[in-house]
């Protein structure tokens, strides 16, 4: 119908407006070519960026409130020194790989991006990363772990400010009342767990949903049975997820775990829900702000009494990509070097409550914060989850991911296993 | 049409000579002009729908990675991606998971929806203010939804359990940790979601019906049953039409709820077309296969786009 409309409406409109239509056809096609124009050229250019000479930009993560305002003022603090403005660009934690792959495509890359660790590696591997070292950082005074945590295939592409792990906090109360001991070994902490799940409370939390929140949690079972990411079937492996299997069994885990990342986990504990949970110190500051709770901290319990609690390195490191221009770069590297300093790292770790990876720095940090002394023993001999895969992490972690959902949702843990372990090699 | 333009026009050429000193170049000028207001739509649509497209499509037969970011090089590969993904298990898990659930919840959204809207067309006290309370569920963020959905879902703490736990019926239910349940409530979220749109349109269409029609099947004695199979559905098959197609079209690629309810889990017993394109692009980083996936469900939305543009045709005429 409205077809037929505007052809009416043209029919008899030339004769009437004959002279008018010579104004506007001209009138009306210039701006709209001109918009037509525009558009296609901000759509072409748009993603190409300036470079401000004396502002330099950092991509990060840090997108809660808190995390954002230390991270301002550890910048202002250095940009200041370096006589340079510093801006922070926060994306959500797995934003920042694909938008730094977005600004490397267009050659707008920032001059500094805080990567998570596991996925350094991936972008070292595209050529997307500097050599620290190369531009003037040293590596003397930081832990070797350190160094391999931000290093990939020997070169040292990321400087960590500060690391963390995961480690058993409990609800101090509960067990004071219960009259348990904190459990140091899997067959404690399977007992101790079972004798706190009562009513509504489970005995202990933890993460096994489908996401690397999984994978971190299950990794300190795997390693400190012996098992290992390159061999997911191995008997170790499959007797850490039975492990796992057998607190579900005994109701000592929600079978919603399945389901929970460690933020879901932290709630549960803090509403009461779980008497203990696996947990890293980034959920300290929420923890803290609950006054009437009194938790505790303590290494994951081992297979077998004396045996080391090898626990997952997790943490940022602060690169600098490679954008060509290598003045920048070099301030850049002054700028990472300055944020991932001795003094910068006690400040920053003291907010966050996470480890400084400056072995002095973390000394000063274990007098300041004691309770926490439990996680710089995990961290000292934590372990990196790409050091051995790099950039092919994530394919097992995806394979890994699915085999943990299955075995406690039914399966047995060597099916499970023996198909993660076809997937992540087939995959890669 | 045309034709009747042309025709039309002859005359009040001829009429008002002196005006018009050269109609084949008025003629070419107002083609002009036509073409100006058509073509800002043109490249709009070529830079925002046809660029992406092919891009996707080459894209799935190129070997592309984080290394192609900063190389530009992303060699061709053959078909290489496509069948590295259709071997994969998990690729017709996901395909199976997407038909099951675009099919249930469209099922779902469309009975309820349409219930809602027959129920809704009656005048009753406090009609408008429960209609606009239906709609709530189309307001909220698709997120937002998800991250509520999981909360209240929760085996353990979830309010339906404790819910269902006093009525003393199913308690315990698993609806989103066991990998039987969790597709199905999956949909039943998705359904809650769809309803609102679904009622409001096939309202709207329910309003166009003229009442006579109704009158005159009451009149000859059509039970209720009768009139809304015999008159009210055949005079609103545009409508169910179109409510079905836009409603598939956004029930195939479902990303973010699944993301935020299940993450594809537990066990992948979640994954549908739309979370393996994630996986495989931004999580694996395996850009191509990433394409594969995407470009399969291109297709299928494709059938559909030319089942619904081809029955909007015959309504026309």
Known sequence: MSKRFTSLALTAHPPAARHRERGPSRRVVAPFAAVTVLVAGVALTGCGQQRDADVYTVLNSSTDESYHRWDAEAMARCGERLGVTIEQQSVPAAQVMTKALRMASSKSLPDVVQFDASEMPTFADAGGLVDLRSLGLSTDDIPEGIVDFGSYEGTYYGAARSVNTLALFYNKDVLDEAGVEVPTTWAELRETAKELTRGKQYGLALSAGGAEDGVFQFTPFMWSNGGDETDLDSPQVVEALDYWKGLLKDRSLSKSTVNWTQADVNDQFMAGNAAMMINGPWQVETLNAEESLHWGIAPIPVPEAGEDSVGPLGGAVLTVPNTGDEAREKTAGKIVACLSSEKEQLTYALNSWMVPANAEAAEVWRERVPELGSLADQVAVARSRTAQLGAGWSSVSLALQSAFQSALTGQSSETALKRAQQRATSGN | ?317
Request: with cysteine; proline share 6%; charged share 10%.
């Open chain 2, 1 to 317: 049409m045309t034709t009747s333009t042309v025709t039309a026009q002859t005359p009040a050429k001829a009429s008002a000579p002196a005006a018009a000193p050269d109609p084949a170049r008025a003629a070419r000028r107002r083609r002009l002009t036509q073409w100006g207001f058509v073509a800002p739509a043109v490249v709009f649509m070529l830079l925002f729908f046809g660029y992406p497209l092919v891009r996707n499509v080459v894209m799935s037969f190129q070997h592309y990675t984080p290394k192609t970011f900063f190389t530009g090089e992303a060699p061709f590969n053959g078909t290489d991606n496509w069948s590295n993904v259709f071997q994969d298990a998990l690729f017709g898990k996901a395909l199976w998971h997407t038909l099951v659930f675009t099919a249930g919840s469209l099922v779902g959204q469309f009975c309820i929806g349409m219930a809602l809207a027959v129920f809704f067309s009656r005048r009753f006290p406090l009609n408008g203010v429960l209609r606009s309370l239906i709609l709530l569920p189309w307001l909220v963020p698709m997120v937002v939804s998800g991250i509520v959905w999981r909360r209240i879902l929760d085996q353990d703490t979830g309010v339906l359990n404790s819910f269902l736990d006093t009525l003393g019926v199913g308690g315990g239910t698993p609806w989103l940790t066991s990998p039987e349940m969790a597709l199905l409530s999956v949909i039943l979220v998705n359904i809650w979601i769809g309803i609102p749109f679904n009622m409001v349109i096939l309202y709207g269409g329910l309003q166009e019906i003229p009442k006579e029609l109704h009158e005159a099947a009451a009149l000859d004695g059509a039970s209720a049953w009768r009139t809304f199979r015999s008159v009210t559905l055949p005079v609103l098959k545009p409508v169910i039409t179109v409510v079905l197609v836009l409603g598939f079209m956004s029930t195939v690629k479902i990303l973010d709820l699944i993301l935020a309810l299940t993450d594809g889990g537990p066990a992948d017993a979640t994954q549908t077309l739309g979370t393996l394109t994630y996986q495989n692009s931004f999580v694996q980083l395996d850009f191509g296969a990433g394409a594969v996936v995407g470009n399969v469900l291109i297709l299928i939305s494709a059938v559909f786009a030319v089942f619904y543009l081809r029955a909007n045709r015959t309504e026309g005429k």
